[in-house]
């Protein structure tokens, strides 16, 4: 990662009519980092590096844990149909909330004499 300070010299270094060349000697990075070093400075009058905030997630996971308490025998396929994603996406989103598979009180071996 590059300092401000760096950014503000390479960008004065080639604003003053260096070559690309002379720009890589001297500062080891190619004009295309300048260019977008340029456009940066262009677009937020900044040279500080842009970082997104947050991670744009397409399942609310709370919105998913109301759905698996409004619907517990939804499957995959059902669940991925509401919230427009695969089925892959909404069993790594169950997981992340901890939900899991509904467990029988009575043990399998049980049901035989449950008539």
């Known amino acids: 990662?590059?300092?401000?300070?760096f950014r503000k010299a390479a960008l004065d270094y080639w604003a003053k009519g260096h070559t690309a060349?002379?720009?890589?000697?001297a500062f080891g990075i190619y004009p295309s980092r300048i260019?977008?070093?340029?456009?940066?400075?262009?677009?937020?009058?900044?040279?500080?590096?842009?970082?997104?905030k947050?991670?744009?997630?397409?399942i609310d996971l709370?919105?998913?844990e109301a759905a698996v308490e409004?619907?517990?025998?939804?499957?995959?396929?059902?669940?991925?149909?509401?919230?427009?994603?695969s089925s892959v996406a909404i069993f790594?989103?169950?997981?992340?909330?901890?939900?899991?598979?509904k467990k029988n009180s009575i043990g399998t071996a049980n049901?035989?004499?449950w008539k």
Do not use: H
């Not at 990662?1 to 300070?5: L, N």
């Not at 260019?35 to 997104?52: F, H, I, M, N």
């Open 70 to 85: 409004g619907k517990p025998d939804a499957t995959l396929a059902e669940l991925a149909g509401m919230f427009g994603c």
């Open 35 to 52: 260019v977008a070093w340029k456009k940066l400075l262009k677009d937020t009058g900044s040279l500080e590096p842009q970082y997104p």
């Open 92 to 101: 790594r989103a169950l997981k992340k909330i901890k939900a899991t598979l």
């Open 21 to 25: 060349a002379e720009l890589y000697e």
């Open 111 to 113: 049901v035989a004499n």
């Open 54 to 58: 947050t991670r744009k997630r397409k």
């Open 1 to 5: 990662m590059y300092s401000k300070d």
């Open 62 to 64: 709370e919105k998913l």
